[in-house]
Nanobody
């Protein structure tokens, strides 16, 4: 199994910054990609950013230029630096991992439990 533990959420004022972290553990043979999704109240979960094992990144348009995703492959950890936060960024942020477990041949998608980010004055 895979465990994804997020940290770094909290309350921040508009224009402020937060850094989220997500550490993956478990019998992981190969990680193809890690990333972040978010879900605001009464809205569907949406992509924030992903980073592939080779370093290729993908961002949602509304996050480009404000959010930066990075990854420490040695620690199986992904980070999300969020700057210039807006009230509309308020949501639960979920860590995502696509990878293959030891002893399996098919990759799976795994999710953390989420960390709440509230942007408010």
């Amino acid at each position: 199994q895979v465990q994804l533990v997020e940290s770094g959420g909290g309350l921040v004022q508009p224009g402020g910054s937060l850094r989220l972290s997500c550490a993956a553990s478990g019998i992981i043979f190969n990680i193809y990609a890690m990333g972040w999704y978010r879900q605001a109240p009464d809205k569907q979960r949406e992509l924030v950013a992903t980073i592939a094992s080779g370093g290729t990144t993908t961002y949602a348009d509304s996050m480009k230029g404000r959010f930066t995703i990075s990854r420490d492959n040695a620690k199986n950890t992904v980070y999300l630096q969020m700057n210039s936060l807006k009230p509309e960024d308020t949501a639960s942020y979920y860590c995502y991992l696509r990878g293959r477990l030891l002893g399996t041949t098919v990759p799976g998608d795994y999710w953390g439990k989420g960390t709440l980010v509230t942007v408010s004055s």
